[in-house]
């Protein structure tokens, strides 16, 4: 079998997607999701100039091996760009090698660990009354953990709460970044009354989960971590910015809340001291930004080792291909957490026909072979690319923060 074609596809059914589609000698394709959100044209441009030429003519089988030539081969190593690049090609080799076998990709990766995956949804209110009607409407839909996230007064917009109530969130919101204002003290002061309300209204058997999206100090996260212990949550995710994997020893002494992170790491080096060190419980790193199925499988062993269970990032800036290929990874890996999962809008799935489901808080693999996810060019062809860029915080006083 030989790679006879490969090419992106920039669709923007609701928000923008890259998707790679390598086709063989052989008849039979793959598609990978190659979404960087807010630097879609980046990969585009890494994808077509330096990955496809030197495709064509390849075994499509040699998975490893091409992964080695694209992330040895490139000597510049890392980074989210070529990480997004080398994982959509990853992902689409795996779904032809699961389509030439006639197998869904679970049972390529070693069968089934379990029946199904338990998921994450996410509950979010201008303020808290806002957000508890929100986990009420999670729970009656099945969902048995839910991420909650509600406006702090004094601060005028906070992240994951859309602007207008029942609207959709989606960050990347403008085409240059949006300007938001953030204040560590009363974010603080304010969290903890939010997990107290849910506790109080739904009991404790919900899994509550919580995103500080790297905006605190080691110190300030220890202190969050700690004041919630009470409240038991699932997790804290990315209380810090992680670049420097030491700062979670700190907290980590401070707190047995559990910790999560990864989202933004691109590769098993991001995590390696976070692991090692059992300073993190779940490791947040998905297909799409770490380097495909190949790597993240890589990730996640070592991450076992330690007791480190996987919490896979599921934001709608990931496609339903990248969405596909995490529930058969999460069917099959045995330290497998929870899966995160913002529902696409329905353009999106017509772009992106699929065999998985969702059904009573979990997804349920499908038994298509490969990934079981496609992509319909005609439909795609109809939403064409609009720039569109994450936003920016800064400070009361004019500091640029972390968004
Ligand atoms: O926990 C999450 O799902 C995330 O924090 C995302 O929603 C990011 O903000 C988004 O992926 C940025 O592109």
């Not at 959509?88 to 089934?112: E, F, N, R, S, T």
């Not at 957000?131 to 992240?159: F, M, T």
């Not at 029942?166 to 990347?172: D, I, K, L, T, V």
Request: proline share 5%.
């Amino acid at each position: 079998m030989k790679i006879e074609r490969a090419y992106t596809i920039v669709t923007a059914p609701g928000r923008n997607f890259v998707t790679l589609k390598i086709v063989t000698d052989e008849g039979v394709y793959g598609i990978g999701d190659a979404t960087l959100n807010g630097r879609e044209q980046a990969v585009v441009a890494y994808l077509e100039e330096h990955v496809i030429p030197a495709l064509i003519g390849r075994d499509p089988q040699r998975i490893e091996d091409i992964w080695h030539y694209l992330y040895r081969g490139a000597y510049w190593r890392r980074g989210p760009v070529t990480m997004s690049a080398i994982g959509a090609v990853d992902m689409a080799l795996w779904d032809i090698k699961a389509k030439a076998a006639g197998m869904p990709l679970y049972q390529l990766l070693g069968g089934k660990s379990r029946e199904r995956v338990m998921v994450y949804g996410h509950a979010t209110g201008k303020d808290i009354e806002a957000c508890l009607d929100e986990v009420a409407r999670h729970v009656e839909a099945g969902y048995r953990a839910v991420r909650v996230q509600a406006g702090v007064p004094g601060i005028a917009s906070i992240y994951g709460v859309a602007k207008k109530p029942g609207e959709r969130y989606e960050p990347a919101d403008a085409e240059l970044p949006a300007e938001h204002v953030w204040n560590t003290a009363k974010y603080l002061n304010h969290a903890p009354r939010l997990f107290a309300a849910v506790r109080e209204r739904f009991g404790d058997d919900l899994h509550v989960l919580h995103d500080v999206h790297h905006r605190l100090t080691p110190i300030e996260a220890a202190r969050l971590g700690k004041e919630v212990e009470p409240f038991h949550l699932f997790w804290l995710e990315d209380c810090v910015p992680a670049e420097n994997q030491e700062s979670f020893r700190l907290i980590r002494q401070h707190t047995t809340t559990p910790l999560a992170v990864g989202e933004v790491f691109n590769s098993l080096y991001d995590a390696k001291a976070l692991i090692e060190n059992q300073w993190i419980d779940y490791i947040r790193a998905t297909l799409t930004h770490a380097g495909g199925i190949t790597h993240v499988r890589r990730l996640a062993d070592l991450a076992g080792l330690y007791h480190v269970r996987t919490g896979f990032h599921g934001p709608t800036d990931l496609s339903p291909v990248c969405l596909g290929a995490a529930i058969h990874f999460d069917t099959w890996v045995p330290n497998f957490g929870i899966q995160e999962y913002m529902p696409h809008e329905a353009v999106t799935d017509e772009v992106f026909p699929h065999d998985y489901r969702f059904e009573d808080g979990h997804f349920l693999v499908g038994e298509t072979p490969g990934h079981g996810v496609d992509i319909d060019e005609k439909a795609a062809a109809k939403y064409p690319y609009r720039r569109a860029s994450l936003p920016v915080n800064r400070l009361e006083d004019g500091t640029l923060w972390h968004w």
